[in-house]
């Protein structure tokens, strides 16, 4: 049904945007009208005998409850709430022709104005519920999302129906690729997959028998394999512009799979098993609470039902399902994995070069330390989660060189250095812009239960550097100050204390003076609640760096105890080097102590606290007896 070219949907309408509207459509719009004129009169001249066509034939697909609670997987509660009377209409059964002359006006109202559904029975779907000039693109969702819901009445209306009823139900659905000319880019991605895509497949299943819609749904499997393998890579990771509505994706991908499979649509078979790497991507991409990463503060929960449906992808692949039990998603009795062997898992830590982006995590289990960054930025995105989400938004970098602002442009990070093993998940980034160069790490210990953070910004002759970088806080979580320290703790509403963060580039004691803070502060914009961390640096002619790491205690009970942290002196050839030449911290928490160096000039043989290094990067636990064994080394 919508003849949409496949290529990236954001293009498409930003030029949209930018081109001045016409009355007049377009040759490809015209073509496709002319089109759906000849074969819809056709039906329409012998009705009859399309009905009798119809009827002969056993439906591929059916609009039961069961169905319809398919669609609604990986959706807000929002959109399904302003959803749910057309949800009870079409799992209803209901066959009466004047619900039908409603579902046609339905159809009508939501391709010519985005008219939806408020509350109250079919009648009221007609309804304007939202603000033309809304900054959310709610509505678009909620267009597209009650397409797909007609769209499996479809056969019903054929059977049960008029000719005019059914016609005015197609044309509209046809028209609903003008419906998204405006959307956001977060959005595009979703509104192609439904409307270009599953759309014309869902219709292709209800009416099989009918030789145009059989030849729609075709072209949409083939556009489905085109547009997906461009949005994952090889192991099934998505693509920054799919983390948002990933949960509402995976959905439409399962069920565009089974609809290829009952419509007999080839989609052939290294597509599907990039999709079957998709079920374990999206097991691995849940945080704490069920909830997918990156899909905001109305995430809703992944129920077993999604879960259970979702791993058809992986082809009832063991592991695959032994790591959905490992980590909560499904029940034993749904896997049939009563006691999964956890070592044959593959790696929780993922980490995508392509896609620019990945999440660092402790192990499988639901209550684990998780990390998830997206790169593809140079504001990037990050959510931090140990049993609850503690950070969740984008990290506002600024960094000022001499006063003037740096700008930053809008490539994302280059991936620099990658580890993963039993003890810690580290990765390093970096992003070079107008002669400044900007090195992030971050490192989970799984052991030990903590996430170090740290920003390097560094330029080769003199001047100075100014760094900010605002973290933003999960909704819930509130920020606590220690007094006479600069320590916080992040708190959440009704837990009390998740955990402690350490400005460790800082000094402990407030009264000390020193080129920086670290302080709660409120968004301006949106009142959101965030970290403000501020360093500034006075290089040398020779250049240098400035360092800003900050060290998370994601233990709650540890948090509550006694801590302490220290700059220390690093040394080479017996003369003390300059902390923006390399910097080496010592941290306590209760009983346990770590050191952190890091050479931030050049790469030296150094020394600090009885350790002597000759690379990047370097962190240790110390044992009791006062050795330090090694978490992390970069040479």
Same mark, same amino acid.
């Given at each position: &049904?919508?003849?949409q070219?496949?290529e990236?949907l954001s *293009?498409?309408m930003?030029?949209k945007?930018?081109?001045p509207?016409s009355?007049?459509?377009?040759?490809?719009?015209?073509?496709?009208?002319?089109?759906?004129?000849l074969w819809?009169d056709r039906?329409s001249?012998?009705w +009859?005998?399309?009905v009798?066509k119809?009827?002969?034939?056993?439906?591929l697909?059916k609009?039961s409850?069961?169905?319809v609670?398919?669609?609604?997987?990986g959706?807000? $509660?929002?959109?399904?709430?302003?959803a749910?009377?057309?949800i009870?209409?079409i799992?209803s059964g $209901?066959?009466?022709?004047?619900?039908?002359?409603?579902?046609a006006g339905l159809?009508?109202?939501i391709?010519?104005?985005i *008219?939806?559904?408020?509350?109250?029975?079919l009648?009221?779907?007609?309804q304007?519920?939202?603000?033309?000039?809304?900054?959310?693109n709610?509505?678009?969702l909620?267009?597209?999302?009650?397409?797909l819901?007609v769209a &499996?009445?479809?056969?019903?209306?054929v059977?049960?129906?008029?000719?005019?009823?059914f016609?005015?139900?197609?044309?509209?659905? *046809?028209n @609903?690729?003008c419906c998204?000319s405006?959307?956001?880019e977060e959005?595009?991605v979703?509104?192609?997959q !439904?409307l270009?895509?599953?759309?014309? &497949?869902?219709?292709a299943?209800q009416l099989f028998e009918?030789?145009?819609?059989?030849?729609?749904g075709k072209?949409?499997?083939?556009r489905f394999?085109?547009?997906t393998r461009n949005?994952?890579?090889s192991d099934? !990771?998505?693509?920054?512009?799919?983390?948002?509505h990933?949960?509402?994706?995976v959905?439409? %991908?399962t069920r565009c799979?089974?609809l290829a499979?009952v419509?007999k649509?080839?989609?052939?078979?290294s597509?599907l098993?990039?999709?079957?790497?998709? =079920?374990e991507? #999206?097991?691995?991409l849940?945080?704490?609470?069920?909830?997918?990463v990156?899909?905001g503060?109305g995430?809703v929960?992944?129920?077993?039902?999604? =879960?259970e449906?979702?791993?058809?992808l992986?082809?009832?692949?063991?592991?695959t399902?032994?790591?959905a039990?490992?980590?909560?998603l499904?029940g034993?009795k749904v896997?049939g994995?009563k006691k999964?062997?956890v070592?044959s898992?593959?790696?929780?830590?993922?980490?995508?070069? %392509?896609?620019q982006?990945? +999440?660092l995590r402790?192990? !499988?289990?639901?209550k684990?330390s998780?990390?998830?960054?997206?790169?593809?930025?140079?504001?990037?995105?990050i959510e931090l989660?140990?049993?609850d989400?503690?950070?969740?938004g984008?990290l506002?970098?600024e960094?000022r060189?001499?006063g003037e602002?740096?700008a930053?442009?809008?490539s994302?990070?280059d991936?620099?250095?990658e580890?993963d093993d039993?003890?810690v998940?580290?990765?390093?980034l970096?992003?070079?812009q107008n002669?400044?160069?900007i090195f992030?790490q971050?490192m989970?210990?799984?052991k030990d239960?903590?996430? #170090?953070? /740290?920003d390097?910004?560094?330029?080769?002759g003199?001047g100075?550097l100014?760094y900010?970088?605002?973290?933003?806080?999960a /909704?819930?979580?509130?920020?606590?100050?220690?007094?006479?320290?600069?320590?916080?703790y992040?708190?959440r509403?009704?837990?009390g204390i998740?955990?402690?963060? @350490?400005?460790?580039?800082?000094p402990?004691w407030s009264a000390e003076r020193c080129r920086?803070l670290?302080?709660?502060?409120?968004?301006v914009d949106?009142?959101?609640k965030?970290?403000?961390a501020e360093?500034?640096?006075?290089?040398?002619?020779e250049?240098g760096a400035?360092?800003?790491?900050?060290?998370?205690?994601?233990?709650?009970?540890r948090?509550? *105890?006694?801590?302490?942290w220290?700059?220390?002196?690093?040394?080479e050839?017996l003369?003390?080097v300059?902390?923006?030449v390399?910097s080496?911290y010592?941290v306590q928490?209760?009983?346990q102590q770590?050191?952190?160096y890091?050479?931030?000039q050049?790469?030296g043989?150094r020394?600090?606290?009885g350790?002597n #290094?000759n690379g990047?990067?370097?962190?240790g636990?110390?044992?009791?007896?006062?050795?330090?064994?090694e978490?992390?080394?970069?040479?």
């Amino acid at each position: &049904m919508i003849s949409q070219n496949p290529e990236n949907l954001s *293009q498409s309408m930003s030029e949209k945007e930018s081109t001045p509207q016409s009355n007049e459509p377009t040759l490809g719009e015209s073509n496709v009208e002319s089109k759906l004129n000849l074969w819809m009169d056709r039906i329409s001249d012998d009705w +009859i005998k399309t009905v009798k066509k119809v009827s002969k034939s056993k439906p591929l697909t059916k609009s039961s409850k069961k169905a319809v609670k398919r669609m609604c997987f990986g959706l807000s $509660t929002e959109l399904v709430d302003k959803a749910q009377p057309l949800i009870a209409h079409i799992g209803s059964g $209901t066959r009466a022709i004047p619900e039908f002359e409603q579902l046609a006006g339905l159809a009508e109202s939501i391709s010519s104005s985005i *008219q939806s559904i408020e509350h109250g029975e079919l009648e009221s779907h007609s309804q304007e519920v939202f603000d033309a000039h809304s900054k959310s693109n709610q509505h678009q969702l909620l267009a597209a999302f009650s397409s797909l819901l007609v769209a &499996m009445k479809l056969r019903e209306a054929v059977l049960h129906g008029t000719d005019l009823q059914f016609e005015r139900i197609i044309r509209s659905l *046809q028209n @609903l690729q003008c419906c998204v000319s405006a959307a956001s880019e977060e959005d595009a991605v979703l509104l192609h997959q !439904w409307l270009a895509i599953e759309l014309p &497949m869902v219709i292709a299943s209800q009416l099989f028998e009918v030789k145009p819609f059989k030849k729609e749904g075709k072209q949409a499997a083939k556009r489905f394999v085109e547009v997906t393998r461009n949005l994952l890579d090889s192991d099934g !990771w998505p693509g920054s512009n799919c983390m948002t509505h990933f949960g509402a994706l995976v959905a439409s %991908w399962t069920r565009c799979a089974k609809l290829a499979e009952v419509c007999k649509f080839k989609l052939g078979s290294s597509f599907l098993a990039q999709l079957e790497w998709v =079920a374990e991507q #999206f097991v691995r991409l849940h945080g704490p609470k069920r909830r997918l990463v990156f899909s905001g503060d109305g995430a809703v929960k992944t129920d077993a039902a999604f =879960a259970e449906f979702v791993m058809q992808l992986a082809s009832n692949d063991k592991r695959t399902l032994a790591t959905a039990t490992v980590s909560g998603l499904l029940g034993p009795k749904v896997t049939g994995v009563k006691k999964p062997d956890v070592k044959s898992l593959s790696d929780a830590t993922c980490v995508s070069e %392509w896609a620019q982006s990945a +999440i660092l995590r402790s192990s !499988w289990k639901p209550k684990s330390s998780v990390v998830a960054i997206d790169f593809s930025n140079p504001q990037c995105r990050i959510e931090l989660a140990a049993k609850d989400r503690l950070l969740s938004g984008i990290l506002q970098l600024e960094v000022r060189d001499d006063g003037e602002p740096v700008a930053l442009g809008k490539s994302g990070f280059d991936l620099v250095c990658e580890l993963d093993d039993d003890e810690v998940s580290y990765v390093e980034l970096e992003l070079q812009q107008n002669g400044i160069q900007i090195f992030r790490q971050l490192m989970l210990s799984k052991k030990d239960r903590f996430l #170090f953070f /740290a920003d390097s910004v560094s330029k080769k002759g003199a001047g100075e550097l100014d760094y900010r970088l605002k973290l933003p806080l999960a /909704a819930g979580v509130d920020v606590i100050r220690e007094n006479g320290t600069r320590e916080m703790y992040l708190n959440r509403k009704g837990k009390g204390i998740r955990s402690l963060v @350490l400005p460790i580039s800082l000094p402990e004691w407030s009264a000390e003076r020193c080129r920086g803070l670290f302080l709660p502060e409120e968004s301006v914009d949106n009142g959101s609640k965030l970290l403000n961390a501020e360093k500034s640096v006075q290089l040398p002619p020779e250049g240098g760096a400035l360092y800003s790491p900050l060290f998370f205690d994601l233990d709650p009970e540890r948090s509550r *105890q006694k801590r302490t942290w220290r700059s220390l002196t690093v040394a080479e050839q017996l003369n003390i080097v300059r902390p923006e030449v390399a910097s080496a911290y010592r941290v306590q928490v209760a009983e346990q102590q770590w050191v952190f160096y890091r050479a931030l000039q050049s790469i030296g043989n150094r020394t600090f606290m009885g350790q002597n #290094f000759n690379g990047d990067f370097y962190a240790g636990r110390f044992f009791e007896d006062g050795l330090v064994g090694e978490l992390v080394q970069v040479e």
